[in-house]
């Protein structure tokens, strides 16, 4: 069981340094800017400003007729929606990436998991934004409770609750493990998300992709740019994201195991170290041993300098005088010796 | 975590263990009592708060036109504290180490948990949702559909004990767990409160052609007790093993 398979260090499914995709990875951001530079300007320019298919009818929105005023804020619709669809492709991948890492428990797919999250959470954040204006200026509230808002404001708050879950753990292996969990259990109200608007018909939001969309060529062509080159940007980002964290996680790889390798170096110092000290107070009862030679030739053993050490250098060398002959014997003897003299 | 089934081997059924393990969990509820007391309690005061916030309210208006989501938010409240506790004494005294070492399956583990939960869930709604219509609703015209809330309360019990035993499996050693369980948990278990909050109202209020609504949203309800409990009991194993 997964129990006692630790977390790989990233293998084989890590990012490739400068392979095809890295080096598409700049081209698809040039790409997608483009595209929604295009969709911008042409949504301005060419897009008429007729009834959109946000509004097919006039309607009164607090107690003012829906005008061209209330029709330029339909503007919003042609980013707005890439944005959106953005952002639920992405935290697929980060859902899809979560179970590769509950299946191979590959720390890689952990890595690009969290990207993906990441980058989710700016694009959600850029829907809410965005959304919010819409609300304000079309339906002339900042916000309603309604079905798709709800359940969208619901998956930026699991969005965030998946970065508070792995802020509070510590253990890496288990951080990435109940992350995958949460990102799987999270993804679940994408979809719903996605779908509130046809399974609660009454919702004020459109149904916006069906093929009966009505949309005329003029205002689809400038919506389908924006969501090629929304999703061009979200794929680069995504991949900018991954090499940022993976270069951190590298770092951080690096930093553990130089710290592992200071650890060791400073335990072999200190090993060092001590074994000098060793030998330095080999040394100095060496050098105290002979002055006492010095003093009483025939001392010889160093059981005499342990004595003298012992009782003081005054005694010992009377010690020594007197009790030169015992001094062959054992230490203990010469000690006792020393005391009665 | 597949048993052995070599020649020889007395193999215990899951039905078995999992029995064992719910027996576990009630015996030891009923010797300490835990649980129980500090959800009914808690429950008491988030009823004590509802008649201060509607105190100025008085008879005039209908609280019966928003009855079902007050009724709902103390479910939800009250089950975030039982969750929170129902694995304290698990890692307290060791168990879950105990029962992760012992060959039992973590669907089993899972199943046994959620169920316990649920009961304690249950019991804890026998006495809080009578002393809530008693409150709140003693004064009230209650509609002859009143009845029909019950088939949400159970579905909603039941997917509540159902995530909320994996996410408070996962929240048990965290920093703050707390906190961490609530923010996990109220935005997972949304949609299921908003499909359970529609039914309760249209239950309660009862007028004539809004039972669509009824239906549709226990659909809802029951179709998110059936994939988050499907997804719960799948990726549990993961949550588990450490």
Redesign the interface.
């Known amino acids: 069981m997964a129990a006692d398979s630790p977390v790989r260090a990233s293998s084989g499914g890590s990012p490739a340094r400068g392979g095809l995709i890295d080096r598409l990875t700049f081209a698809a951001l040039v790409l997608g800017v483009l595209l929604t530079a295009i969709d911008v300007v042409w949504t301005f320019t060419l897009a008429p400003m007729v009834q959109g298919a946000e509004l097919s009818e006039p309607a009164i929105i607090g107690g003012t007729q829906v005008t061209t005023k209330l029709l330029l804020s339909q503007k919003i619709f042609y980013l707005h929606v890439p944005v959106a669809v953005a952002s639920f492709v992405v935290m697929f991948f980060a859902a899809l990436w979560a179970v590769r890492f509950l299946m191979t428990k590959d720390r890689a797919f952990d890595l690009r998991s969290k990207t993906a999250m990441e980058v989710t959470l700016a694009f959600i954040v850029a829907t809410m934004i965005s959304g919010d204006l819409w609300t304000r200026f079309e339906w002339g509230v900042w916000w309603v409770w309604e079905p798709r808002l709800t359940t969208y404001f619901i998956l930026m708050l699991l969005v965030i609750g998946y970065f508070i879950l792995r802020n509070a753990l510590d253990d890496p292996e288990r951080r990435a493990r109940f992350c995958a969990v949460f990102c799987v259990v999270a993804f679940i109200d994408a979809p719903i998300s996605f779908m509130i608007t046809r399974l609660v018909p009454s919702s004020i939001h459109p149904v916006v992709f069906r093929t009966d969309s009505g949309l005329p060529p003029m205002m689809l062509i400038p919506f389908l740019l924006g969501l090629f080159g929304m999703l061009f940007i979200a794929f680069a980002l995504t991949r900018l994201a991954l090499r940022i964290n993976a270069d951190a996680q590298e770092v951080e790889d690096l930093k553990e195991r130089l710290e592992e390798q200071d650890a060791w170096k400073s335990r072999a110092a200190a090993d060092a170290a001590f074994e000098r000290l060793r030998a330095g107070a080999r040394e100095a009862v060496a050098a105290d041993e002979a002055p006492a030679r010095a003093d009483s030739p025939d001392a010889s053993t160093t059981g005499a300098a342990t004595g003298a050490a012992a009782d003081g250098a005054g005694v010992s060398t009377t010690a020594h005088a007197e009790v030169a002959p015992a001094d062959s014997e054992s230490p203990d003897t010469h000690l006792d010796s020393s005391q009665e003299a | ?1 597949a048993q052995d089934s070599k020649p020889g081997t007395m193999r215990v059924s899951s039905w078995r263990q999992y029995r064992a393990l719910l027996l576990k969990d009630l015996r030891q509820e009923v010797r300490t009592r835990e649980m129980l007391t500090s959800m009914v309690v808690y429950a008491l005061l988030v009823l004590t708060i509802y008649g201060a916030a509607l105190a100025q309210v008085g008879d005039r208006v209908e609280v019966v036109s928003f009855a079902g989501g007050l009724l709902w938010a103390l479910i939800i409240f009250t089950s975030l504290l039982g969750l929170n506790r129902s694995f304290s004494h698990e890692t307290e005294s060791g168990c879950l180490e105990g029962i992760l070492l012992a060959p039992v399956d973590r669907a089993v583990v899972f199943l046994a948990k959620a169920t316990s939960n649920l009961i304690f869930l249950a019991l804890v709604e026998l006495i809080t949702v009578p002393l809530f219509f008693l409150f709140f609703l003693s004064g009230a015209e209650l509609a002859s559909t009143t009845p029909m809330m019950l088939l949400p309360l159970v579905v909603g019990t039941i997917g509540v004990a159902g ?1 909320g035993t ?2 408070s499996t ?2 048990i ?5 707390d906190v ?1 369980l609530a ?2 948990f ?3 278990v ?2 299921l409160l ?1 499909a359970c909050v529609s039914a309760t109202s249209v239950a309660l209020m009862g007028v004539e052609g809004t039972f669509g609504t009824f239906w549709t949203s226990l659909a ?1 309800a029951g179709a998110y007790d059936v ?2 409990i499907a ?2 009991w799948g ?1 549990y ?3 588990v ?2």
């Open positions: 975590m995530v994996l996410l996962m929240t050693d965290t920093r703050g767990r961490l923010i996990l109220i935005p997972v949304f949609p908003y809802l994939i988050m997804a719960a990726l194993e993961f949550v093993d450490a």
